[in-house]
């Protein structure tokens, strides 16, 4: 078992729906020794990748996405889901349905922090469906980058987003990968890796 997934077991809670609540250190209060080993071990499993930049979506991607820049050295893009006074017409848009908040979600990165022939790693907390990711990638295309890689902290592996992404021909990296949860229980079962 990893740091994540022992973390996972000793504070996260099971809810009906497949739901993981894990706001106690990863995505509502940020348990910076957890956030750090991530982005070591995300650094890790795409060492010798060449990557221009890090690419994620608010708002509980940026901790990691933000640690991972760092230690690789490349600026950090996060896609933001709504607009603002100060949002510019000038944006890739893709629209990304949210498995966590039930709702359509229009995301978007201003033209002038993703360029053409950049080298992307895409990065979030979660991966269940796979509809945030592909909005990321979708993203990237428009704007005539590549995608790299895929980081995810926990991978919902009982939903279809990872087999999804692997078959389309993505190196996606998951450092825990839940395979089934029960919340009556609260027994949580990790995918071996």
Do not use: W
Not at 3 to 14: Q, R, T
């Amino acid at each position: 078992m990893n740091f994540l997934e022992e973390k996972i077991m000793a504070d996260g809670v099971v809810k009906a729906g497949d739901i993981l609540k894990v706001d106690n250190f990863l995505n509502h209060q940020i348990d910076i020794n957890v956030i750090r080993q991530i982005a070591h071990e995300l650094k890790r499993r795409f060492e010798g990748e060449r990557i221009d930049k890090v690419v994620t979506i608010e708002a509980s991607g940026i901790t990691i996405a933000t640690l991972l820049g760092d230690l690789c050295g490349v600026p950090v893009v996060f896609a933001k889901k709504g607009e603002t006074a100060n949002s510019t017409d000038d944006k890739y848009v893709s629209e990304a349905y949210s498995f966590t908040h039930k709702r359509m979600n229009q995301v978007f990165i201003s033209r002038p922090y993703l360029h053409a022939g950049e080298r992307i790693l895409i990065v979030d907390d979660f991966l269940a469906d796979g509809q945030a990711v592909h909005a990321l990638i979708d993203i990237v295309h428009q704007a005539a980058a590549e995608v790299v890689g895929i980081g995810i902290a926990i991978e919902k592996g009982q939903q279809q987003g990872g087999r999804i992404l692997r078959s389309e021909g993505y190196h996606l990296e998951s450092i825990a990968i839940v395979e089934s949860m029960d919340p009556e229980t609260q027994a949580i079962r990790f995918r071996q890796q």
